[in-house]
């Protein structure tokens, strides 16, 4: 669930951590995943927002930790507040080890359409403009 922030023009996926606490049942069972905001805060054109969802079993033993950071483009006027897990990772200054470049075809949007992604931004150069891309976007 996105913060109630004015402005916000798209959401986009921005990262993900995932730590096992312990193995899963290998019996199985019901889990709960129990979520909360962590923070949110101003980062270029809009705004970082992370939160936490653990997944534990009835008796709240967690299994699982996992920190998700999204990016709201366009979200304003609104004061940093929470923690950040996130790190900024300095981009080395030198040549990469090694580059693997892949063209796609022009209608792989539309395939990801077929299981079930019906984001604009994927697809409607409309919508990409309103939200600040120059075309519509493939997932990284």
């Known amino acids: 669930k996105k913060p109630p922030l004015k402005g916000i023009k798209v959401g986009l996926d921005g990262e993900r951590y995932l730590e096992m606490v312990k193995p899963l049942p290998k019996k199985g069972g019901d889990v709960i995943l129990k979520e909360r905001l962590l923070g949110v805060f101003k980062k270029g054109t809009g705004a970082s927002v992370?939160?936490?969802?653990?997944?534990?079993?009835?008796?709240?033993?967690?299994?699982?930790?996992?920190?998700?950071?999204?990016?709201?483009?366009?979200?304003?006027?609104?004061?940093?507040?929470?923690?950040s897990f996130s790190k900024k990772i300095t981009v080395p200054s030198r040549a990469p080890d090694a580059i693997e470049e892949y063209k796609t075809t022009i209608n792989q949007a539309v395939l990801y359409r077929l299981s079930g992604d019906y984001n604009p931004l994927h697809i409607d150069p409309k919508f990409a403009k309103s939200s600040g891309s120059k075309e519509p976007i493939l997932h990284g």
């Open 50 to 83: 992370e939160q936490e969802t653990l997944v534990t079993d009835k008796n709240g033993d967690v299994y699982c930790r996992i920190v998700s950071g999204q990016f709201l483009v366009g979200a304003e006027n609104f004061k940093d507040s929470g923690v």
